[in-house]
Protein backbone atom coordinates (compact mmCIF):
# COMPACT_ATOMS: atom_id res chain seq x y z
CA UNK A 1 0.00 0.00 0.00
CA UNK A 2 1.34 3.59 -1.02
CA UNK A 3 1.82 5.49 1.92
CA UNK A 4 3.12 9.19 2.77
CA UNK A 5 3.78 10.91 6.08
CA UNK A 6 2.55 14.07 7.14
CA UNK A 7 4.36 16.43 9.69
CA UNK A 8 1.42 18.64 10.68
CA UNK A 9 2.60 22.15 11.72
CA UNK A 10 6.22 21.35 12.76
CA UNK A 11 6.47 25.47 12.56
CA UNK A 12 8.93 28.04 15.19
CA UNK A 13 5.54 30.38 16.25
CA UNK A 14 4.06 26.86 18.02
CA UNK A 15 7.10 25.19 18.97
CA UNK A 16 10.01 27.36 20.01
CA UNK A 17 10.03 29.38 23.46
CA UNK A 18 9.65 32.99 21.20
CA UNK A 19 7.01 32.00 19.04
CA UNK A 20 4.07 33.75 19.29
CA UNK A 21 1.68 30.17 19.97
CA UNK A 22 4.69 28.19 21.87
CA UNK A 23 3.00 25.05 22.88
CA UNK A 24 5.53 24.53 25.62
CA UNK A 25 8.37 22.20 26.65
CA UNK A 26 6.06 19.60 25.92
CA UNK A 27 6.34 20.19 22.24
CA UNK A 28 10.12 20.05 22.26
CA UNK A 29 10.06 16.79 23.34
CA UNK A 30 9.36 15.33 20.02
CA UNK A 31 11.64 17.39 17.44
CA UNK A 32 14.09 14.45 17.42
CA UNK A 33 11.55 11.50 16.90
CA UNK A 34 9.86 13.32 14.19
CA UNK A 35 13.40 13.79 12.30
CA UNK A 36 13.85 10.47 12.61
CA UNK A 37 10.56 9.71 11.35
CA UNK A 38 11.35 11.73 8.62
CA UNK A 39 14.63 10.94 7.47
CA UNK A 40 13.93 7.34 7.81
CA UNK A 41 10.74 7.82 5.83
CA UNK A 42 12.09 9.50 2.87
CA UNK A 43 13.74 6.69 1.12
CA UNK A 44 10.31 4.47 1.38
CA UNK A 45 7.23 7.34 0.83
CA UNK A 46 6.74 10.84 0.19
CA UNK A 47 7.22 13.32 3.10
CA UNK A 48 4.47 16.31 3.36
CA UNK A 49 4.51 19.11 5.68
CA UNK A 50 1.91 21.29 6.68
CA UNK A 51 2.05 25.02 7.20
CA UNK A 52 -0.26 27.16 8.97
CA UNK A 53 -0.06 29.95 6.99
CA UNK A 54 -2.16 33.18 7.55
CA UNK A 55 -2.77 36.35 6.07
CA UNK A 56 -2.44 39.21 8.58
CA UNK A 57 -6.35 39.61 8.59
CA UNK A 58 -7.14 36.04 9.24
CA UNK A 59 -10.56 35.42 10.90
CA UNK A 60 -8.82 32.67 12.64
CA UNK A 61 -7.10 35.65 14.76
CA UNK A 62 -10.56 36.13 16.71
CA UNK A 63 -10.03 32.39 17.79
CA UNK A 64 -6.10 32.70 18.51
CA UNK A 65 -3.46 35.34 18.40
CA UNK A 66 -2.14 36.23 15.75
CA UNK A 67 0.82 33.18 14.69
CA UNK A 68 1.90 31.99 11.25
CA UNK A 69 1.54 34.92 8.95
CA UNK A 70 2.79 34.09 5.59
CA UNK A 71 6.33 34.93 4.76
CA UNK A 72 7.48 35.30 8.85
CA UNK A 73 10.15 33.77 10.54
CA UNK A 74 7.32 32.34 12.61
CA UNK A 75 5.80 30.62 9.93
CA UNK A 76 8.92 28.69 9.26
CA UNK A 77 9.03 24.53 10.15
CA UNK A 78 11.82 24.36 12.25
CA UNK A 79 15.63 23.89 11.88
CA UNK A 80 15.56 20.23 13.97
CA UNK A 81 13.40 19.34 10.97
CA UNK A 82 14.98 19.44 7.87
CA UNK A 83 12.71 20.29 4.39
CA UNK A 84 14.36 18.45 1.54
CA UNK A 85 13.77 19.09 -2.45
CA UNK A 86 11.70 16.38 -2.97
CA UNK A 87 9.31 17.01 0.23
CA UNK A 88 5.95 18.58 -0.71
CA UNK A 89 4.91 21.56 1.63
CA UNK A 90 1.14 22.20 2.02
CA UNK A 91 0.55 25.65 2.91
CA UNK A 92 -3.04 26.09 5.06
CA UNK A 93 -5.36 28.44 6.53
CA UNK A 94 -7.29 26.43 8.98
CA UNK A 95 -6.67 23.16 11.16
CA UNK A 96 -7.05 20.50 8.69
CA UNK A 97 -4.63 20.11 5.99
CA UNK A 98 -7.24 19.37 3.54
CA UNK A 99 -9.64 22.43 3.53
CA UNK A 100 -9.07 24.84 0.94
CA UNK A 101 -5.32 23.13 -0.04
CA UNK A 102 -4.47 20.38 -2.63
CA UNK A 103 -3.13 17.64 -0.51
CA UNK A 104 -5.85 15.59 -1.52
CA UNK A 105 -4.67 16.01 -5.13
CA UNK A 106 -0.93 15.38 -4.09
CA UNK A 107 -2.20 12.34 -2.76
CA UNK A 108 -4.31 10.81 -5.28
CA UNK A 109 -1.78 11.78 -7.86
CA UNK A 110 0.97 10.24 -5.73
CA UNK A 111 -1.16 6.82 -5.29
CA UNK A 112 -1.83 7.43 -1.23
CA UNK A 113 -3.86 5.23 0.46
CA UNK A 114 -2.40 5.01 3.88
CA UNK A 115 -0.98 8.22 5.86
CA UNK A 116 1.20 8.52 8.76
CA UNK A 117 0.48 11.75 11.16
CA UNK A 118 3.14 13.47 13.23
CA UNK A 119 2.97 16.91 14.75
CA UNK A 120 1.17 19.29 16.41
CA UNK A 121 -1.26 20.02 17.92
CA UNK A 122 -2.83 16.25 18.33
CA UNK A 123 -6.24 18.18 19.04
CA UNK A 124 -6.29 20.68 17.11
CA UNK A 125 -4.58 20.07 13.91
CA UNK A 126 -3.53 16.24 13.65
CA UNK A 127 -6.96 15.61 14.96
CA UNK A 128 -8.85 17.57 12.10
CA UNK A 129 -6.40 16.66 9.37
CA UNK A 130 -6.98 12.53 10.69
CA UNK A 131 -10.54 13.58 10.25
CA UNK A 132 -10.84 14.52 7.04
CA UNK A 133 -8.43 12.16 5.22
CA UNK A 134 -10.37 9.13 6.76
CA UNK A 135 -13.37 10.69 5.90
CA UNK A 136 -12.07 11.26 2.42
CA UNK A 137 -10.99 7.60 2.16
CA UNK A 138 -7.44 7.41 3.41
CA UNK A 139 -6.12 4.58 6.04
CA UNK A 140 -4.55 6.72 8.98
CA UNK A 141 -2.27 6.04 11.68
CA UNK A 142 -0.96 8.77 14.05
CA UNK A 143 2.63 7.94 15.84
CA UNK A 144 1.73 8.75 18.85
CA UNK A 145 5.20 10.05 20.38
CA UNK A 146 5.54 12.18 17.27
CA UNK A 147 2.29 14.27 18.36
CA UNK A 148 1.59 16.35 21.14
CA UNK A 149 -0.79 18.70 22.83
CA UNK A 150 -0.86 21.18 25.33
CA UNK A 151 -1.93 18.64 28.00
CA UNK A 152 -2.32 15.31 29.14
CA UNK A 153 -5.80 15.82 28.59
CA UNK A 154 -6.06 17.20 25.40
CA UNK A 155 -3.45 14.39 23.70
CA UNK A 156 -5.41 11.35 24.93
CA UNK A 157 -8.65 12.62 24.02
CA UNK A 158 -7.59 13.82 20.61
CA UNK A 159 -5.37 9.93 20.14
CA UNK A 160 -8.76 8.17 21.52
CA UNK A 161 -11.24 10.10 19.16
CA UNK A 162 -9.35 9.76 16.22
CA UNK A 163 -8.59 5.87 16.85
CA UNK A 164 -12.58 5.48 18.02
CA UNK A 165 -13.90 7.75 15.61
CA UNK A 166 -11.74 7.78 12.42
CA UNK A 167 -10.71 4.50 12.86
CA UNK A 168 -6.84 5.12 13.22
CA UNK A 169 -3.86 2.99 13.99
CA UNK A 170 -2.22 4.47 16.81
CA UNK A 171 1.31 3.38 17.22
CA UNK A 172 4.57 4.26 18.20
CA UNK A 173 7.99 5.27 16.18
CA UNK A 174 9.48 1.98 16.84
CA UNK A 175 6.05 0.41 15.02
CA UNK A 176 6.17 3.04 12.02
CA UNK A 177 10.17 2.02 11.60
CA UNK A 178 9.33 -1.84 11.25
CA UNK A 179 6.98 -0.89 8.92
CA UNK A 180 9.30 0.57 6.64
Avoid at 11 to 18: E, G, H, I, V
Avoid at 73 to 100: H, N, P, Q
Avoid at 105 to 128: A, D, F, K, Q, S
Avoid at 158 to 168: D, E, G, P, S, T
Wanted: aromatic share 10%; glycine share 4%.
Amino acid sequence: MNSALVVVDMQKDFCYAKGKLFGGERITKIFERISKAVSSAREKMPVIFTQDWHRKDDPEFKIWPEHCVADTEGAEIIDEIKVEKDDYIIKKRRYSAFFGTDLDLVLRELGVEMLYLTGVLTNICVLHTAGDAALRGYEVAVIKDCTEALSDYDYEYALKHMKNIFNARIMMLSEFLQEL
